[in-house]
């Protein structure tokens, strides 16, 4: 009989992990949420419940068996090793990588980001809990070396360096992303309020939040600009602020055209990624104009948010781009199905 947990004993675990993060104590919660702040400053109490919701909603049994009903799960019979390098720029990013590899029966063998080390031990504390026999498939390390695949996530320049160690072996090498809105013009206050969500949340570190809108007329960023005034909660944060205050002097030194709110530094750029306390515009024309725009970056996109547009395809809600699903995948490359072909080995 096999020491590993079966297929359905993971799953059951990791529905009861879900509903074990709905009913934390609050005692336990301010000490884990000051632990992970005392690590990282910019993972502040609200940003590390915002990101445990999203796992409660990965874990919800809906979401986890219709996930699931799209595949034909094969239970390795020798599981692999899987060296799983997590990124530390949102709070337990890394937990979708460590979700799929345990669902499909391989081993999770973890390097944490020293920026993140915290918040996903205790996790995976939460979850050898509730099922011992994970114990046996989850190994954090320091070093991961010839592993029987990767998976990576970092910036471009990491990506490089992951190609080079990792290429010759099975992966998935993650490089930086980052997402878009649209905005037509004939956005509610509330689409607008609700896309301050989508710029704001976790500071904008990750490749969910919305670095750059799209606009058909600079009045929607005055628009925006005013609704998103309710949102100054964020000029409190001393390493937002330094951000804000370093950016702005460098377009009042150079003379460089800005908008201003305060808080947000908006500036046209054919640039994707902009500075933390930055929001980057582009000008559309027409839809043609803007499908052409989309396409020329869909590699480094990995949400575009807004309305219905024409025939564009794919689009999120305001305020949801950071409530992915477990079918969500970062770069848009099934995990799950990359770990499930290991097992046919």
Same mark, same amino acid.
Not at 62 to 74: C, P, R, V
Not at 215 to 233: H, M, P, Q
Not at 284 to 305: A, F, G, T
């Given at each position: 009989?096999?020491?590993?947990?079966?297929? +359905?004993?993971?799953? +059951?675990?990791?529905?009861?992990? #879900?509903?074990?993060?709905?009913?934390?104590?609050?005692?336990?919660?301010? /000490?884990?949420?000051?632990? =992970?702040?005392? +690590?990282?400053?910019?993972?502040?109490?609200?940003?590390?419940? %915002?990101?445990?919701?999203?796992?409660?909603?990965?874990?919800?049994?809906?979401?986890?068996?219709?996930?699931?009903?799209?595949?034909?799960?094969?239970?390795?019979? %020798?599981?692999?090793?899987?060296?799983?390098?997590?990124?530390?720029? !949102?709070?337990?990013?890394?937990?979708? *990588?460590?979700?799929?590899?345990? !669902?499909?029966?391989? $081993? &999770? /063998?973890?390097?944490?980001?020293?920026? *993140?080390? =915290?918040? =996903?031990?205790?996790?995976?504390?939460?979850?050898?809990?509730?099922?011992? /026999?994970?114990?046996?498939?989850?190994?954090?390390?320091?070093?991961?070396?010839?592993?029987? &695949?990767?998976?990576?996530?970092?910036? *471009?320049?990491?990506?490089?360096?992951? @190609?080079?160690?990792?290429?010759?072996?099975? @992966?998935?090498?993650?490089? %930086?992303?980052?997402?878009?809105?649209?905005?037509?013009?004939?956005?509610?206050?509330?689409?607008?309020?609700?896309? #301050?969500?989508?710029?704001?949340?976790?500071?904008?570190? #990750?490749?969910?939040?919305?670095?750059?809108?799209?606009?058909? /007329?600079?009045?929607?960023?005055?628009?925006?600009?005013?609704?998103?005034?309710?949102?100054?909660?964020?000029?409190?944060? @001393?390493?937002?602020?330094?951000?804000?205050?370093? %950016?702005?002097?460098?377009?009042?030194?150079?003379?460089?055209? @800005?908008?201003?709110?305060?808080?947000?530094?908006?500036?046209?750029?054919?640039?994707?990624?902009?500075? $933390?306390?930055?929001?980057?515009?582009?000008?559309?024309?027409?839809?043609?104009?803007? *499908?052409?725009?989309?396409?020329?970056?869909?590699?480094?996109?990995?949400?575009?948010?807004?309305?219905?547009?024409?025939?564009? &395809?794919?689009?999120?809600?305001?305020?949801?781009? +950071?409530?992915?699903?477990?079918?969500?995948? &970062?770069?848009?490359?099934?995990?799950?199905?990359?770990?499930?072909?290991?097992?046919?080995?």
């Amino acid at each position: 009989m096999s020491p590993y947990p079966s297929f +359905q004993s993971r799953i +059951q675990a990791f529905i009861q992990l #879900g509903l074990q993060l709905a009913s934390i104590d609050e005692e336990e919660k301010y /000490s884990l949420f000051r632990r =992970v702040e005392n +690590q990282n400053a910019w993972f502040i109490p609200s940003s590390v419940s %915002n990101a445990l919701e999203g796992i409660q909603l990965f874990l919800e049994e809906k979401n986890l068996t219709d996930w699931l009903s799209k595949y034909q799960i094969i239970e390795p019979s %020798n599981p692999k090793n899987i060296g799983i390098l997590m990124a530390g720029n !949102i709070p337990a990013v890394g937990f979708h *990588d460590l979700l799929c590899v345990l !669902i499909s029966g391989h $081993i &999770a /063998s973890v390097k944490l980001s020293s920026s *993140d080390s =915290v918040l =996903v031990t205790w996790l995976i504390g939460q979850l050898i809990a509730i099922e011992p /026999s994970f114990a046996l498939l989850i190994k954090i390390e320091d070093m991961l070396k010839s592993k029987d &695949a990767y998976i990576a996530t970092g910036s *471009d320049n990491s990506a490089r360096y992951f @190609h080079y160690y990792f290429g010759k072996y099975p @992966h998935i090498i993650r490089s %930086n992303r980052t997402s878009v809105a649209i905005l037509t013009g004939e956005e509610t206050d509330q689409d607008l309020e609700n896309l #301050g969500r989508d710029i704001f949340q976790y500071f904008g570190l #990750g490749c969910r939040n919305v670095s750059k809108v799209f606009v058909k /007329s600079e009045d929607s960023l005055v628009s925006l600009l005013g609704v998103l005034d309710k949102k100054d909660w964020i000029y409190s944060h @001393h390493k937002y602020l330094n951000n804000y205050d370093y %950016n702005k002097s460098i377009y009042l030194v150079n003379g460089e055209p @800005h908008l201003d709110n305060g808080f947000l530094l908006l500036k046209e750029s054919q640039e994707l990624v902009s500075p $933390i306390a930055v929001l980057y515009y582009e000008k559309y024309q027409d839809e043609k104009d803007l *499908d052409q725009r989309l396409e020329l970056i869909k590699d480094k996109v990995q949400c575009i948010v807004g309305n219905q547009v024409g025939s564009i &395809a794919g689009l999120i809600p305001f305020g949801q781009a +950071q409530l992915p699903c477990p079918w969500d995948y &970062a770069d848009h490359v099934d995990t799950l199905q990359f770990l499930n072909s290991l097992s046919e080995n």
